[in-house]
């Protein structure tokens, strides 16, 4: 298990009214599970719907593994019109 700094952005934010926590998670699948128990699903955060950043650089794999120490973002999607 790799301890983890989560921070969230946008809608996420503002619905879980988490902006920033630490969670222990092997892979990036298991921060999301982890992250929505820790919320009670006020908000339902997944991995399809958010924008993923790890230590900066944007990440599109759902299995990632973590390290101890890695900077987790979740951006919600954006809209607008």
């Known amino acids: 298990m790799a301890d983890v700094n989560v921070r969230l952005f946008g809608v996420y934010r503002m619905d879980t009214h988490i902006s920033q926590t630490q969670l222990s998670a092997e892979k990036l699948t ?11 699903n006020r908000s339902s955060i997944d991995f399809k719907d958010a924008t ?7 990440c599109k794999k759902r299995h990632k593994k973590l390290t101890d ?13």
């Open 30 to 40: 298991d921060l999301f599970t982890k992250l929505n128990v820790l919320t009670e």
């Open 69 to 81: 120490g890695d900077e987790i973002w979740l951006l919600s999607p954006a809209s607008g019109g």
């Open 52 to 58: 993923v950043f790890i230590n900066g650089e944007l």
